[in-house]
C-alpha cells in the first residue's frame, strides 16, 4: 500500500506482536468530517476500523486507545461508546483534551492492538 503526499503515514502498522493504528478521524468516506458527540465517535472508530483492516487486525483485539477529544465533555459519551463496544476487560484508554485537530475533527482515535 503507498502512502499520499499529503498523508505520509501508514494507515496501520504490524511491530513487536502488535498494530500501532495512525490517528483515525470521524470522516466520512467521502472526507467530510462527522460533526459532534456519539456520531463523530462512532465514524472515528469506523475510520480506525478501516485503517485495522489493512493489516487484518479487529475490534475485538485492541489493547490500547488514545482519544484525543476538542470538548472534554466527549469524555462522557466516550465511557458510553467503551462500554457499548467492548466487553470486560476493556482496553486500556486515555482522554486528552486538546485545542484542536486536523479539519476541525471534534475527535481523533489512536490505537494499539494485538497482531493477528
Request: glycine share 6%; hydrophobic share 40%; with cysteine.
Amino acid at each position: 500500500m503507498t502512502t499520499d503526499p499529503q498523508h505520509p503515514y501508514s494507515p496501520a502498522t504490524v511491530a513487536c506482536g502488535l498494530v500501532f493504528v495512525s490517528g483515525s478521524l470521524p470522516l466520512r468516506e467521502d472526507g467530510t468530517v462527522v460533526a459532534g458527540g456519539r456520531a463523530a465517535l462512532d465514524a472515528a472508530v469506523d475510520t480506525m476500523r478501516r485503517r485495522m483492516s489493512t493489516v487484518g487486525a479487529r475490534l475485538e483485539d485492541v489493547v490500547k486507545l488514545t482519544y484525543f477529544v476538542t470538548d472534554i465533555a466527549l469524555r462522557d459519551v466516550a465511557n458510553q461508546q467503551f462500554l457499548d463496544l467492548w466487553p470486560e476487560p476493556r482496553p486500556a484508554r486515555t482522554v486528552v483534551g486538546v485545542s484542536e485537530l486536523p479539519y476541525g475533527s471534534p475527535v481523533e482515535i489512536d490505537a494499539v492492538v494485538k497482531a493477528p
